[in-house]
């Protein structure tokens, strides 16, 4: 059965930085282009960071650019979110998702039901 499996979620103080994993079992990522979201309470999911299956280009979402960064060790089979400068507005469950059909604007600007794999999330809560 394929699988996304989200780690590394933590709490941690304002301005710290913390590393999330998306492990895949069954399904290779190099097939897949590769997108992290989030969902913070109160809001909608909202798409930050995608990998390309094809060149490892990245695709960025405002909130995050500058502060984030996606990779991918293909080695392990795992996709990793490299977060920095977090703030109280970081606070969310974060969702890996693989999706073996779409480009990265269309995975992070389209529908949520597009994607072909979820993960179940990992929370991240920043707090003093």
């Known amino acids: 059965q394929a699988r996304l499996v989200e780690s590394g979620g933590a709490l941690v103080q304002p301005g710290g930085s913390l590393r999330l994993s998306c492990a895949a079992s069954v399904l290779a990522l190099d097939a897949y282009a590769v997108a992290w979201f989030r969902q913070a309470p109160g809001k909608d999911r909202e798409g930050i960071l995608c990998?390309?299956?094809?060149?490892?280009?990245?695709t960025y979402g405002d909130s995050v650019k500058g502060r984030f960064t996606i990779s991918r060790d293909l080695a392990k089979n795992t996709v990793y979110l490299q977060m920095s400068t977090l703030n109280f507005a970081d606070t969310a469950v974060y969702y890996c998702?693989?999706?073996?059909?779409?480009?990265?604007?269309?995975?992070?600007?389209?529908?949520?039901?597009?994607?072909?794999?979820w993960g179940k999330g990992t929370p991240v809560t920043v707090s003093a």
């Open positions: 990998i390309s299956k094809h060149d490892d280009s990245t």
């Open positions: 998702a693989a999706d073996g059909g779409r480009e990265c604007d269309e995975i992070l600007r389209g529908s949520l039901y597009g994607t072909d794999f």
